[in-house]
């Protein structure tokens, strides 16, 4: 039951207090190019997370066959064929979506969360805690992505996933130009850097009081 | 292959697109983990920009002769000169792995040269190429040249542009850091929570550049409206015949 | 750690190099089982998506993915998919599935080449390759070229049409339209009707512009602005000189009630999007370039329409 405990602790740390993002200030450039609309930033969370999750496992299942020399090239080598792997499958059934991400797909082999994960904690332990330490990694990175995404395409569009949540009723016309209207600046790239300094700003302040 | 239809003043509008108008990492924001958690300092800024800009560059040129002649569609068409008809088959899968192989190589393989060649300029410079290769701006300046398809001279001023771009970028943030470091915030937004908030602002003051359009190359026939009027005429009167 | 002890160089190289290798070919092969099963939902993804938009953009889809089919008002109700790309009328939207689309993309839309006197002629009859003429010239433009590309809708095959013989009779056709936007090339269909002056639709397949600005262009609320435009700028008097026109929907900056009012250039103009002013111009140019190369076309569609109405 312990030693249970102490491998699950690998994901649960790497979800909050570890939370790769708002913590180790790492995989920030996706995390910003592709927050316009939720559908895309969970299908990018998501595929980090497997990217994460599988590199970490395998990086760690050879941890003791692999030449120091060759280290980082072998991590990135596995880790591109994993992004392949999504890519390949995105490209085949989730074709609008991909239309969408197109080159951001590929930047998840640049992805300092996953080589960060690979370097930092799979070299050194045994495969379970390391794809569930890249799982955990890959989920917070998520989670963050999912809330910025959210607040994003929510003001900027008034929609989520796609579904007008805010009535169409609440919008200005020529007659009423005083009413709602989208908060474009949130459709564009700096909106994700100011939610994002809230964010470890809300962070910090929940963390201090913790 | 080499100009495609881009006239010399079509390159220096590419220039300045890729250096202001679509900055690598103030419009696109690619290139900043490294950066923003190792220094606050100007000069570690321009020694990444530097080395950014040369690796940037020279792996563009060498990903783009990877597209053209091994995952391109059809790109395998070369192999005719040894007897193989390999026309057919498409690399494109292998797009990723072969680009970021050729990134980490060459910057392992300078690493190496100047270790040996420069021993002062390693210690400026060196230690941050293997942070380099792992940066999301070059690999994500390749993959961009490649959707978009440069002939091979536009291609090598869209990533040297790009790399100019980040380095200005970088050096930016840093000296606005400097000054940061020294200034009352807030505890809870010390650190990260400002940076974030700074560079957001400076975003904004880029997205000023948008809509500054030198030239774009057309492929552009001349045809003068009297021919298209004149074979219309001739059309016309077929009909009432 | 479990590393045995240094060895001498010579070993522990080559030892490096078995594993790279051995390393590189279970990538490479992993990779290539993959693509290769993936190939063909990939492709079939691809042409999916590119019939849809062209579907959309001749009204034989809305942008949901319902069927539609034009009934004998002139307006446009939800259909159904009996079978063989046959559609019929039904009450409510039915969404169609990946195989109906297919099979209605392949009997409905005809890719068809017209010359620079604006003759119909097809693949065949001038020797070229459709594939090959559709990849290579993709980028810099079918209208450019010689021969140019565009797509005949046959009408929705019913039993009376059948009962006739002879051929389908014809919607309209759709025009490949390529140009560039704020930030890349945007690609995209015009359909227009019978008297080479009507549009049915408009829709954007392919664009790189800036998200919820330029990028409307690709969203269903302004492309349903163009169905019912004209193409011809009438002069303001009324009167519409084919031969000299100007050709295209203009997207004007502001509402077209604000800039026109009830001018008749107004049937030739659509909103524009606010904070997209270049997407617009970038499509007006697009328009303006490539509608021009097929003008004696629209103008022998218009003739023809002339004589027989």
């Known amino acids: 039951m312990a030693q249970k405990v102490a491998t699950m602790s690998y994901l649960t740390n790497q979800l909050w207090g570890g939370n790769q993002i708002l913590v180790a200030v790492l995989g920030i450039c996706s995390a910003l190019g592709v927050t316009n609309r939720l559908s895309v930033s969970v299908t990018m969370g998501l595929s980090v997370s497997f990217v994460t999750a599988f590199s970490s496992f395998f990086v760690s299942l050879l941890r003791k066959v692999t030449p120091d020399s060759v280290r980082m090239i072998t991590q990135l080598a596995i880790i591109s064929v994993f992004v392949i792997i999504i890519d390949q499958f995105l490209q085949a059934y989730f074709f609008s979506i991909s239309k969408v991400l197109s080159v951001f797909v590929g930047l998840i082999i640049t992805n300092c969360i996953v080589m960060g994960r690979t370097e930092g904690m799979a070299k050194n332990v045994a495969p379970i805690p390391a794809f569930l330490d890249g799982l955990g990694a890959g989920l917070g990175y998520a989670g963050v992505l999912f809330i910025v995404g959210g607040i994003r395409e929510l003001l900027g569009f008034g929609q989520l996933f796609g579904y007008q949540v805010v009535p169409l009723t609440w919008y200005a016309t020529a007659e009423n130009p005083d009413a709602y209207d989208n908060f474009a600046l949130m459709v564009s790239p700096p909106a994700a850097f100011f939610i994002l300094g809230g964010m470890i700003w809300v962070f910090n302040i929940i963390n201090k009081k913790a | ?241 | 750690m479990s590393e045995s002890p240094p060895n001498t160089t010579g070993t522990s190289n080559l030892r490096t190099i078995l594993f790279m290798v051995a390393l590189s070919f279970v990538c490479a092969l992993i990779l290539s089982v993959l693509a290769s099963a993936l190939a063909e939902p990939q492709t079939v993804a691809k042409n999916l998506d590119r019939s849809k938009q062209m579907m959309i953009a001749a009204r034989i889809l809305d942008h949901q993915g319902n069927f539609l089919i034009r009934n004998a008002e002139g307006r446009y109700v939800p259909a159904k998919y009996l079978k063989d790309g046959i559609l019929a009328p039904t009450d409510q939207t039915i969404i169609g599935s990946q195989k109906e689309l297919l099979d209605v993309y392949k009997i409905r839309l005809i890719p068809m080449l017209v010359d620079g006197k604006g003759e119909l002629t097809t693949f065949q009859a001038v020797n070229l390759n459709e594939g090959e003429y559709l990849a290579n010239y993709k980028k810099t433009g079918y209208y450019l070229q010689p021969y140019k590309l565009l797509y005949k809708i046959q009408s929705n095959p019913s039993s009376e049409a059948k009962m006739e013989g002879g051929q389908q009779p014809t919607d309209g056709y759709v025009i490949p339209i390529n140009g560039f936007g704020l930030w890349d090339a945007i690609y995209g269909y015009l359909a227009i009707a019978n008297d080479g002056n009507t549009v049915i639709g408009m829709t954007w397949y392919d664009q790189k512009e800036t998200p919820g600005l330029g990028a409307n262009i690709a969203e269903a609320p302004w492309q349903n602005l163009f169905p019912g435009k004209l193409l011809f700028q009438a002069g303001s008097d009324g009167n519409t000189d084919f031969k000299t026109a100007p050709l295209g929907i203009t997207v004007v900056k502001g509402k077209v009630s604000e800039v026109l009012g009830e001018s008749p250039k107004s049937k030739s103009a659509v909103d524009g999007m606010a904070g997209a002013t270049l997407t617009g111009n970038g499509v007006n140019d697009a328009f303006k370039n490539v509608l021009n190369a097929y003008r004696p076309f629209l103008i022998k569609l218009h003739e023809q329409t002339k004589k027989e109405g």
């Open chain 2, 1 to 241: 292959m080499w100009m495609g239809n881009y006239e010399p003043l079509n390159l220096l509008g590419l220039l300045i697109q890729a250096v202001f108008i679509e900055n690598f990492l103030l419009a696109n924001f690619l290139g900043m983990c490294t950066y923003l958690a190792c220094s606050t300092k100007l000069k570690t800024a321009n020694g990444l920009g530097v080395a950014v800009v040369f690796v940037l560059t020279v792996s563009g040129i060498l990903n783009w002769c990877v597209q053209h002649f091994v995952t391109g569609g059809g790109a395998l068409a070369w192999l005719r000169v040894v007897g193989v008809d390999a026309s057919g088959i498409n690399l494109e899968f292998l797009q990723f792995l072969l680009f970021i192989s050729v990134i980490a190589g060459f910057t392992q393989m300078l690493e190496i040269i100047i270790e040996k060649v420069s021993p002062a300029l390693y210690m400026s410079l060196g230690l941050y190429l293997p942070l380099i290769a792992v940066n999301c701006a070059i690999l994500g300046a390749c993959l961009f040249a490649v959707t978009r398809d440069y002939p091979f001279i536009p291609n090598v001023v869209y990533v040297f542009g790009s790399g100019l771009g980040w380095w200005l970028a970088i050096a930016l943030i840093a000296a606005i850091r400097e000054k940061l470091a020294t200034a009352h915030v807030i505890p809870a937004l010390q650190g990260m929570g400002i940076t974030f908030i700074m560079t957001g602002l400076m975003a904004m003051a880029f997205q000023g550049f948008t809509g500054i359009k030198l030239s774009n190359p057309t492929g552009e026939v001349n045809v003068s409206p009297l021919t298209i009027l004149n074979e219309v005429v001739i059309s016309e009167e077929k009909i009432k015949n």
